[in-house]
């Protein structure tokens, strides 16, 4: 086993875990009902409007970014990047889903816990 094999995979592990806390992180902010950042502030928006799953658009829109970031600095792509495309949209859409399903209707309080798991899983 080659030391560039096990580093590869090391980053591996560590972009699809950091991309899965993430998605956590943004299903319990948007569960709150109390913001999101202006990224998925433009995606909830989107969401609304186009008759798609949250997941499925939210890959879209980035392939979209991606091409223009291909254009003009091809160098900051990297594995994160291609990790987040394909699999942040769907644990954020499952997540939601999941809390809808387990807590519909949640009270204010239950929201505030909601926004205060999303900040320390953010953190």
Not at 72 to 93: P, S
């Amino acid at each position: 086993m080659c030391l560039k094999d096990s580093l590869f995979r090391k980053r591996v592990i560590m972009c699809v875990c950091g991309v899965v806390l993430s998605g956590v992180a943004v299903s319990f902010f948007k569960s709150a009902v109390f913001g999101v950042d202006p990224f998925q502030a433009f995606m909830s928006g989107l969401d609304a409007l186009i008759p798609i799953q949250y997941g499925t658009l939210y890959v879209i829109v980035n392939a979209v970014l991606l091409i223009f970031s291909l254009v003009f600095d091809r160098k900051r792509i990297g594995l994160g990047t291609l990790i987040n495309l394909f699999l942040l949209g769907y644990i954020v859409q499952f997540g939601v889903d999941l809390l809808a399903a387990a807590f519909p209707g949640p009270s204010l309080a239950l929201r505030i816990a909601y926004l205060l798991i999303g900040v320390l899983i953010a953190c």
